[in-house]
């Protein structure tokens, strides 16, 4: 069955290789189409996504994104012939007469395996940026978002060319058979754990990979700041976005011993002007998305050196899959809360006597997608800048940086390899081609054997940058040697 469905894989990878070599995904009208008609599906099956997402995670309407991927694909139709356009670079006077410019080429044929927790847009927007770059695609989506993959795989077809385009459902074995094939980039959304499967695969083929992972996201929440809107904007960060099943949500709060209270109370009162004060019957909050998600972070819960640390909610309902947002108070830093990813509606705030003295704690982890930190203090935030390595960094507010088309979303270490969003989506599946175009005339003849010191003299010169030797090269001496 395995071997059949490898088969199979083969043959699916070697059409689109094919269409791809004919030259199908290669022109501006092609690639701007098919935006036209994600930016159609996107608009006319709002609803059928909506219920959807509705169906595999409670997600409210609000927290979609659809129109996150109709604003990826407008800002892609609007750049595309722009990005298109070869780059003209300066010729360097050694090379007179000529000159030089960068071209942007499809890579071919490119997989993109996206994540459960915001099913359609991981999905969507990866492909925006493969399509603008002129590839053939496959997607497989997330059978963890059951719901959603089989929307999408009725969905695309209807709105692009589905002999360029694929999506193939499927669990491990139908991803384990895709990662057999050779491709020609591999973009991947999720954990580090299958990051590595995925890049391990890769390497057997030498295909170029994006990994699209995540990490512990820190809040340094420094005591001169607005505590309300602080609050606010760290709930909306960490239970607005999925209940906390996020790649970007705030993982831990560090802040002053002295500031901790004050800030827990005005959490507190976010949360219950949030989500009311029985959470577990919100509408607004996200449920979690399995009963395996939901037992790994009740275990987080119910670590016996945790457990007495909760100063906030810690309600659940298993037959509901909800989890209400829970606050932390100093839990262990060797507890398993603080050493993995939680991905999940709980928050430890951990305090120390020195707002500075964060940053050793932060630098102690591997490096997070994201780093977050509220200060009115400009010198404060000029060292976190400096001293911190994340993917992405976001002063004074959560998570809003990936709705910025112009920055790069992506990791650095175990947060992730490579970046996407506007620009560096059409760029992370395109190469960059350096092309040089020469006339006949303008011959060096130094740099032709025989060899002779008076050449080897002209051509060190030339290298150098000095004025005089480029002349003389250009002009064809040393003459007759």
């Keep these: ?26 022109s501006a009208e092609w690639r701007a189409a098919q935006l036209r008609g994600i930016l159609r599906m996107a608009a006319e099956a709002e609803a059928e996504v909506c219920r959807a997402l509705h169906a595999d995670l409670a997600k409210p309407y609000t927290e979609s994104y659809i129109a996150l991927v109709k604003s990826s694909c407008k800002f892609a139709l609007k750049n595309l012939k722009k990005w298109m356009k070869p780059q003209k670079v300066t010729a360097p006077l050694m090379t007179f007469p000529s000159t030089a410019r ?57 709105y692009v060319d589905g002999s360029c385009i694929k999506v193939v459902e499927g669990g491990v074995a139908e991803t384990t058979a895709l990662l057999e094939q050779k491709w020609d980039k591999i973009f991947y959304t999720g954990n580090g754990k299958v990051g590595r499967i995925v890049m391990a695969s890769a390497a057997k083929h030498l295909t170029p990979v994006v990994l699209e992972l995540g990490g512990k996201c820190p ?69 979690i998305v399995n009963s395996n998600h939901f037992n790994r972070l009740k275990k987080l819960m119910d670590d016996e050196n945790v457990s007495n640390k909760i100063v906030f909610g810690g309600q659940r309902d298993e037959h509901q899959l909800k989890i209400a947002p829970t606050i932390f108070m100093d839990v262990p830093l060797d507890s398993g809360i603080m050493k993995e990813e939680i991905f999940g509606p709980l928050l430890p705030i951990i305090t120390v006597d020195k707002i500075h003295e964060s940053f050793a704690l932060i630098n ?17 935030q000029e060292q976190y800048e400096a001293a911190i390595s994340a993917g992405g960094m976001l002063v004074n507010d959560t998570a809003v940086h990936l709705t910025n088309q112009y920055l790069p979303f992506g990791g650095v270490g175990e947060s992730g390899i490579g970046a996407y969003h506007g620009r ?41 940058g000095n004025l005089g030797a480029m002349i003389q090269a250009i002009l064809g001496f040393p003459r007759g040697k």
């Design 364 to 380: 102690s982890m591997t490096k997070p997608l994201a780093a977050y930190i509220f200060t009115k203090d400009s010198n404060l």
């Design 219 to 287: 809040v340094v929440v420094d005591s001169n700041v607005n505590l309300h809107v602080t609050a606010k904007r760290i709930a909306a960060g960490k239970w607005g976005c999925n209940n906390g099943q996020a790649c970007i949500s705030p993982d831990f709060i560090i802040t002053t011993k002295s500031l901790a209270p004050k800030l827990l109370e005005a959490l507190e009162k976010v949360l219950e002007k949030f989500y009311g004060r029985d959470p577990l019957r919100s509408s607004d909050l996200s449920r």
């Design 102 to 158: 960068v071209a942007a080429e499809p890579l071919g044929v490119v997989l993109v395996i996206s994540a459960w927790n915001y099913p359609f847009l991981l999905s969507i927007d990866p492909i925006i940026g493969a399509i603008a770059a002129g590839n053939a695609v496959v997607l497989k989506p997330s059978e963890v978002a059951p719901a959603t993959s089989s929307l999408l795989a009725e969905l695309l077809p209807r």
């Design 1 to 26: 069955m395995a071997v059949a469905r490898s088969v199979g894989m083969e043959a699916e990878v070697a059409a689109l290789r094919g269409r791809f070599a004919a030259g199908r995904t290669r």
């Design 424 to 464: 560096f989506s059409f760029e992370a599946f395109s190469h960059k081609k350096a092309v040089l175009v020469r006339r006949f005339a303008g011959e060096a003849a130094a740099r032709y054997p025989p060899y002779s010191p008076a050449k080897l003299k002209i051509l060190r010169g030339v290298l150098k």
